[in-house]
């Protein structure tokens, strides 16, 4: 068990507490009515965690107003699920003494949080995240949005939430190319902020994959370490958590170009070897680093190439289309050692010549 605090000033809560356990659903509930006495609950979930049980394992006997998003997953990720839940929550008389618990995994969350984030002008919001990369990245740190029909996130707020509360064993109902993909998001941790977490993540990958409860917790644990620092630097990514976005320049662009078939995680690993290309032509790493972190994201089972039928020119396209980019063109986050982010004169997102990122996209095959 451990409990973590990420201090966040400007935020409503001023900062907020993180508990990783394991087998803690069944209890959390009685956490959060003793943390949060005073307010209305909400729980905002999907049909899968309601099906599998996880609904009613986490709220008991007690009668909470919950929504639970229908068809779970990205597809459900836009204005009019919002405004569902927004009504649901006016029809159940909840004001602004609410607090919205987040049940689920990033789309859970995503959904959720930014409702909370404009009910009523915004009340308070709880993560529990059920994936792996929802308990590494988007549970900690306040991003919140939907899609719009022309691109992902396109309604979004920062909106720091009250607590994180972490069950590693939720993971167990986790499919297995998913729980896979969300570890990338750990790998990017080791190798932007932690050599030292890389070197365990190698040793400790079979326990990982085995989901030892103990290695697990250890994981969520160095993940919330290194995520809450760096948003608690830069809460809304004016400089430093740019470093967060290693390896999603290239890899957000090929998930779309993908039509959303490559998992993020899986488009991520591929946007990290590309990271690694680059750092390579330009001077800043050694190959070997690229050999151990590829190394790395085989054994977890990701693709590390570009797949065969998505075209060069359309990643392009999109890389350009990046909602990061100024004057059509991204700045990259960049690395030197493992554990070692590249940040020259203190920025944290570089630019790199589009004819080089053209001819990475060509070795990523
Ligand atoms: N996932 C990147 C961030 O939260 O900034």
């Not at 099906?51 to 998003?69: D, M, Q």
């Not at 990033?106 to 529990?128: E, N, Y």
């Not at 030292?196 to 644990?221: C, D």
């Not at 977890?300 to 359309?314: A, E, F, Q, S, W």
């Amino acid at each position: 068990m451990f409990e973590l605090q990420i201090k966040i000033p400007a935020s409503m809560a001023g900062g907020y507490k993180v508990i990783i356990g394991t087998d803690i659903l069944g209890s959390l509930w009685q956490t959060i009515e003793r943390d949060y006495p005073k307010l209305n609950k909400f729980v905002v979930t999907d049909e899968n965690l309601s099906s599998s049980g996880w609904l009613a394992k986490l709220t008991g006997e007690v009668n909470i107003p919950a929504f639970i998003i229908a068809p779970a997953g990205e597809i459900s990720k836009n204005i009019n699920t919002v405004i569902s839940i927004i009504e649901s929550m006016e029809k159940a008389y909840l004001g602004r003494d609410t607090l919205v618990v987040a049940l689920g995994g990033g789309t859970v969350g995503d959904i959720a949080g930014f409702a909370a984030s404009i009910f009523k002008r915004g009340v308070p919001v709880l993560h529990i995240p059920t994936t792996t990369i929802a308990q590494a990245d988007s549970a900690i740190g306040g991003k919140t949005g939907v899609d719009s029909s022309l691109s992902k996130n396109a309604f979004g707020t920062f909106w720091h939430p009250v607590g994180v509360y972490i069950d590693v064993s939720a993971l167990a109902t986790l499919d297995e190319r998913q729980f896979r993909a969300g570890l990338v998001e750990s790998v990017k941790h080791t190798i932007i902020a932690d050599g030292e977490y890389f070197n365990w993540f190698e040793s400790n990958l079979n326990s990982i994959l085995e989901q030892n409860p103990v290695v697990l917790e250890q994981l969520a644990m160095r993940n919330c370490k290194i995520k809450g620092r760096v948003v608690e630097a830069d809460p809304y990514e004016k400089n430093q958590r740019r470093m967060l976005n290693y390896g999603h320049t290239i890899g957000h662009a090929v998930e779309a170009a993908s039509g959303f078939k490559l998992l993020h995680g899986e488009a991520v690993a591929i946007g990290i070897i590309g990271a690694c290309l680059i750092e390579l032509e330009l001077k800043l790493a050694k190959n070997d680093k690229l050999e151990r972190i590829r190394g790395l994201l085989k054994k977890i089972g990701v693709p590390v190439t570009l797949p065969g039928n998505l075209d060069d020119k359309i990643v392009m396209e999109l890389i350009k289309h990046d909602k990061k980019a100024v004057n059509k063109w991204p700045r990259f986050a960049l690395t030197t050692e493992i554990g070692q982010v590249y940040s020259p004169g203190g920025q944290y997102a570089v630019e790199v010549n589009p004819e080089l990122v053209g001819k990475i996209l060509k070795r990523l095959r």
